[in-house]
Structure formats: C-alpha cells, structure tokens
C-alpha cells in the first residue's frame, strides 16, 4: 500500500482546521472553538463550520489540541489482573465508560518487576489527565505515588488504608457471608482457598470467613494461597488442599479460583454439591454457565467501575470536585455449587 509523506494510506493528506476554515468562511480560531467542548461560538457560525467539516471530512487533531489546552482525555487504566478472564469484563467497562465520556484509557501492567515504576513513567509521559488503579493488589505506595505525581486517582477494588479514594466492597463481611452460608447447611469442616498471600481481597475475605467461624466455636481447616487469581492456580491450590484435609466445603477467594477448585474436585470423582462444596466472590458470567452454577458472592462491578469514572470525569469538569470513595453492598447468589 503506498503511503505518502504524511505517513497516511493512498496518498490521501489529512484535512486541516485550516481548510475548513477557508470552506466556511470564518477564523482557524472558529474552527477551533466548535470543536471545543462549551466554547462560544455562535449556532450560525457553528452550522458553518460543521458543514464545511462535514464536506471534507475534516476530524479534530486531538493530540494537537492537547498541546494548547494541557489536556489530553486519557486516563490511565493500571492493573495486575490482566490473565484473570473475570477482569476482562471489568476492562470491558471501564473502556466503554471511559469513550462514552471522550476520555481515552491509556493502559498499563503492573504485573512484571518494575512495574510500578514503569507504569508512573508512562502515565506523566503521556501526560494522562487522571489515574484509575484497577486491582486489589498494586505495589506498596503506587497510588500515593501517583496522587504525590498530581493526578486524580481512584483505586477499584482496593482497601480504604491510604488517602486515595478508595471504590469497593467490605470483603471482610462477604467472608462472614460465606461462613454464615455454610454453617446454615449444617457444615463444619470448611476451608479458604485465596488468591496471592499479599492481596488485599483475599486476606479481608479470609479475615471474615475465619471470623464467621470463630463466632461459633470453630476454626478453618485451613487457609491457603494459591498464589494468583487463575483457574489453573484454583486447580492446583485445591489438589494441594485435598492431599492435606477433606473439608466439607470450601470459600474461593474469587470466582475463577472456584471453578478451578470445582475442576480439581471433579478429577477426583467428587461431586459438588454432594460430597463437597465450593462458593466463589465476584459473580462473573462465568460462574451461572450450565456446567459450573457457582454460588458467589456478587459485587456490583458496573456500578463500582460507572462510580470510579463519574468521580474522574467529575474531578477533570471541576478542578474543586472533591473525589469521593464508595463502599458498594455485596449478596449471595445461591446457585448449585453449595
């Protein structure tokens, strides 16, 4: 395909503000304020502009225009859950939410050494206008760095312990959910099966579930971590569970953990519900499929993610806007798994 020195397909050259403005008769400033969001321009003056615009198909240079405003509409999209196909649905609609409002993720992964400082890099390298930290698990001091850096952040999925907005659930009473849930049918010898020893989720959802134990006299058989929040980790973490003890039923730091542990637990000719039981947290589609209908724990994710986002785009309107953090209600979803 040939390509012409403005590195465009077909020899085609990008039409500029200039030459809508030659169309329509007006200033290259007209033609800037039209595409500027609030701007004054006249509704005479602006039919002008956008008929001339349309005629050409003239389309605004976003990166130019950052230059004269400092504004640039992206907003920086970190995680660490990026193999967990539960997230993929949350990354879903954090993007679809990010473009319904014109603003642009700008994504980074916090999963390699060195991450966290690669991340912050590129976010102030690219001049990101806000910061969404989207996992339960970022590096020790990432947000307040971030928040040190002057960008708006809000951290999803994290625990209120810094002074960053903090949008989430109480995972330790959605431990004590589980518990109560497993007690009512009469079982005592339960287990945990958490994601990575130092995330945030799993720990608090530990914390609870023992708690709700501990209330009637009793305690874990064990508290595991498997080490990440992935299928074949859930798999792993439960044949290792099972070669030690044989509970009755078992809590899964998250969803895709559970289905893990419920394929471990039919390799070994156990079915679930009848001779074990596993109940998961989250709620992703996933877990209603025909063959798993997981009991789970739901949180709220579109809620959480429209909340995070409202509070960016709220923040970017209004430099005032003080950005506030939201604790979200949780609920079991009873399904076939318990």
């Known amino acids: 395909m040939r390509r012409s020195s403005s590195g465009r397909a077909g020899g085609a050259e990008r039409v500029t503000a200039q ?39 003239y389309r605004p240079n976003q990166l130019a225009r950052s230059l004269m405003t400092g504004r ?45 400082d690669s991340a912050l890099d590129m976010m102030l390298q690219y001049n990101v206008d806000a910061v969404l930290i989207a996992t339960s698990a970022p590096p020790e001091g990432f947000a307040d760095s971030c ?29 004590r959910l589980v518990a109560g849930a497993m007690l009512a049918r009469g079982l005592r010898q339960l287990a945990f099966l958490g994601g990575a020893a130092t995330d945030s989720s799993s720990i608090d959802r530990a914390a609870g579930f023992s708690q709700g134990l501990v209330a009637v006299g009793l305690q874990p058989l064990a508290v595991d971590f498997a080490g990440d929040y992935s299928h074949e980790h859930g798999r792993r973490g439960m044949h290792a569970l099972l070669d030690r003890h044989r509970p009755q039923a078992v809590f899964c730091g998250d969803d895709i953990l559970a289905l893990g542990a419920l394929d471990a637990c039919r390799e070994r000719g156990l079915a679930v519900p009848k001779d074990i039981g596993i109940v998961g947290f989250d709620d992703m589609p996933l877990a209603a499929w025909p063959g798993y209908r997981l ?22 309107a209004d430099a005032d806007h003080p950005i506030q953090g939201r604790l979200f209600d949780i609920a079991l979803v009873e399904r076939d798994s318990l």
């Open 72 to 116: 640039t509409a992206l907003v920086g999209l970190v995680s660490s859950h990026f193999a967990n196909p539960a997230f993929m649905d949350v990354f879903d609609l954090f993007t679809r939410e990010l473009q319904r409002r014109g603003l642009r993720p700008l994504i980074a992964n916090l999963s390699e050494d060195g991450g966290a």
């Open 147 to 175: 928040a040190r850096a002057g960008l708006p952040v809000v951290h999803v999925f994290g625990r209120a312990e810094t002074a960053v907005p903090v949008v989430t659930v109480d995972n330790v009473a959605g431990g």
């Open 295 to 316: 009991t789970t724990v739901r949180q709220p994710m579109a809620d959480m993610v429209r909340h995070a986002i409202d509070q960016i785009a709220a923040r970017l």
């Open 19 to 57: 030459q809508v403005a030659e169309a329509a008769g007006v200033s290259i400033s007209a033609v800037s304020r039209t595409f500027t969001k609030d701007a004054s321009v006249s509704p005479r003056m602006r039919a002008r502009v956008l008929a001339a615009a349309e005629a050409l198909g």
